[in-house]
């Protein structure tokens, strides 16, 4: 059975963030959702990984191109959701496709933050979890470090990443807005995670009057806010604190809510119907969509803030385009790569024939040096019966040829004969 790489997704261009959420794969979920996808499929899925991160979903694998035509309804039956309502959200991506858009993604091009850094290693994540589960091979390990590797040369080379516009910085501008100058504002971070570090970092460049961690983990609090100079609080104390807040970022891996639209309102009332921006870059969301349409609460998800920063300049276009000839290049020394891998047996079957050839004749010598022949002779006779033996297959389809067909063998003649005068 030939194994192809196939790519199955949606992202931030093809599903709103309602969609996206419903077929996110929050961490302690993934080694159970790369196991039963490979039990499905069993021997017509080798390989495979899963990439889920608040922008995209997306499932890579080594497969049986047939399966192609199942796996969607597999995520929509993991996720616990109609086929036919998530069918028009994805794309699907296979052979040389598949690889490009590998490409692209971990080079920055297909992000909703034209060359952001933080997919590459949200990839990596997605490689070490799969090879944990044992669900890694050799085609996505080979995919994967490409991948890499490419997305390592098109930063270098290329100026895809300058003076981007990061969702954290966008944050901050999104409260500028409402609050103009912050450093009278008191801000409440929600999780503790990379993408909130991002954005508290930003936001301490302000130099707002408090800063305030709350997270699942308390030691993963403290040790964001003594890099902040920020104080701490347990999650379980947010409906009696949150009024207390001006801006409020949250991104937890929370499959459910944690800002109702009942404690927003709360929360608005105990303010005095003072303004408040709250900023959800989680996926799923964090806070419910509802709560936006208080008329003293500014909510942003994850969409609002792409849409600011997808605008790039001129400078940045051109970036794309040499990056874009990069991953081309790259893409067609993958693909030599894939195609050769189907001469492996092929090869390993000539091989094992010329070894058996040659401990045929070297018996035959050992025999003879054994009988006390003359050791020139043996060898002479060793030397000419491994040619002839070499020589007897091309020679006999050669002879039994006829027109094209002997045409065609004639020319590959000088290309599988070895190059004496070069060795010497």
């Known amino acids: 059975m030939s194994l192809d790489v196939l790519t199955f997704g949606l992202n931030h261009v093809s599903a709103p963030v309602a969609v996206r959420e419903r077929v996110s794969f929050p961490g302690d979920v993934l ?16 390989e495979a990984a899963i990439l889920s991160t608040c922008n995209r979903t997306e499932i890579y694998c080594a497969a049986d191109p047939e399966v192609s035509e199942h796996i969607p309804a597999w995520l929509a ?11 028009p959200h994805l794309y699907r991506y296979q052979h040389n496709d598949a690889v490009r858009h590998a ?61 981007s516009v990061s969702m954290a910085a966008a944050s901050v501008r999104l409260a500028e807005r ?46 964001l806010a003594t890099q902040l100079s920020a104080s701490t609080m347990k999650l379980a104390d947010l409906p009696d604190a949150i009024a207390q807040y001006d801006i409020v970022v949250s991104c937890t891996a929370s499959s459910l809510p944690i800002l109702g639209l009942g404690l927003v309102e709360k929360a608005t009332r105990a ?64 693909m030599h790569w894939l195609e050769s891998r189907a001469n492996v047996p092929a090869i390993l ?6 070894e058996h050839l040659r401990q ?29 033996k070499y020589m007897h297959g091309p020679l006999a389809a050669l002879h039994d040829s006829r027109d094209a067909e002997r045409e065609h063998l004639l020319s590959l003649l000088p290309r599988l004969l070895p190059d004496v005068e070069r060795r010497r």
């Open 31 to 46: 080694r159970s959702a790369l196991d039963g996808l490979r039990a499905t499929f069993q021997s017509r899925l080798r």
């Open 77 to 87: 039956d993991f996720n616990k959701l109609e086929a036919v309502s998530l069918q």
């Open 103 to 163: 490409f692209r993604v971990a080079s920055g091009l297909d992000s909703m933050v034209l060359g952001e850094p933080q997919i590459l290693g949200q990839m990596k994540d997605a490689m070490r979890v799969a090879n944990e589960a044992g669900a890694l091979g050799t085609l996505l390990h080979q995919l994967f470090q490409r991948t890499f590797s490419v997305a390592k040369e098109v930063r270098s080379q290329t100026a895809i990443g300058a003076h």
């Open 178 to 223: 409402v609050f103009g100058d912050l450093s009278e504002t008191s801000v409440l971070f929600i999780g503790a995670g990379e993408m909130i570090e991002l954005c508290a970092t930003h936001f301490a460049a302000t130099n707002p009057k408090h800063m305030m961690v709350a997270n699942r983990t308390r030691e993963r609090a403290e040790t």
């Open 271 to 334: 303010r005095r119907h003072r303004p408040m921006v709250m900023i959800d870059l989680a996926v799923p969301r964090d806070i419910e969509s509802e709560a936006g349409r208080l008329p003293d609460v500014y909510l942003y998800s994850v969409d609002d803030l792409g849409r600011m920063v997808q605008t790039a300049s001129d400078a940045r276009q051109a970036a794309v385009v040499q990056a874009e000839a990069i991953i081309e290049n790259r893409v067609q020394h993958f």
């Open 349 to 354: 079957q000539y091989q094992q024939a010329a």
């Open 360 to 388: 045929h004749e070297l018996d035959r010598a050992r025999k003879a040096l054994a009988r006390g022949v003359d050791p020139n002779a043996v060898l002479e006779q060793f030397a000419h019966g491994l040619t002839q």
